[in-house]
């Protein structure tokens, strides 16, 4: 991957809807290659799909809750139904496995308290778990989507 590539990632992550010609005027190519390039970065996977970000507030998900899970069998079979189950349920935005004093880690977004209430006791009947902690967010101070990209 050279400088052109990435600056080519750093346009198309900010606004994947400019057209081929605004991203190879932005980097100083001409369509054909610039449109080759982008080609290229969707195969081999570095693009993985374009996307809309919506406002979760315009859209009734008015609530985000920050939430950590310690479970008690760590057992692989077990681990990989928990994090199909988990990562099947639509309200979770990110799921990570993670090192340290918990098993996993995640970002849910409901409507409001009672919606978050019922995406917890489903959470819980996937198997049993050690702890859950959730800690509800006041505010979005920031939250970006962009790879801060060298070029």
């Not at 950590?68 to 079979?77: L, Q, S, Y």
């Amino acid at each position: 991957m050279d400088m052109i590539d990435k600056r080519i990632l750093r346009i198309v992550q900010k606004d994947p809807r400019l057209s081929i010609g605004e991203i190879a005027t932005q980097v100083g190519l001409s369509q054909t290659p610039c449109w080759k390039r982008l080609q290229r970065l969707d195969a081999t996977g570095v693009i993985k799909r374009r996307i809309a970000l919506l406002d979760p507030a315009k859209i009734g998900l008015e609530l985000t809750v920050l939430v950590t899970i310690e479970v008690r069998d760590h057992a692989g079979k077990a681990l990989a139904r928990f994090a199909a189950e988990v990562a099947a349920m639509d309200e979770v935005m990110d799921f990570h496995r993670s090192a340290g004093d918990v098993d996993y880690f995640m970002r849910v977004v409901v409507p409001d308290a009672a919606a978050f209430d019922a995406f917890y006791k489903r959470l819980i009947e996937t198997m049993p778990l050690k702890k859950v902690t959730s800690r509800f967010a006041l505010e979005n101070i920031k939250s970006e989507t962009a790879f801060p990209i060298d070029c």
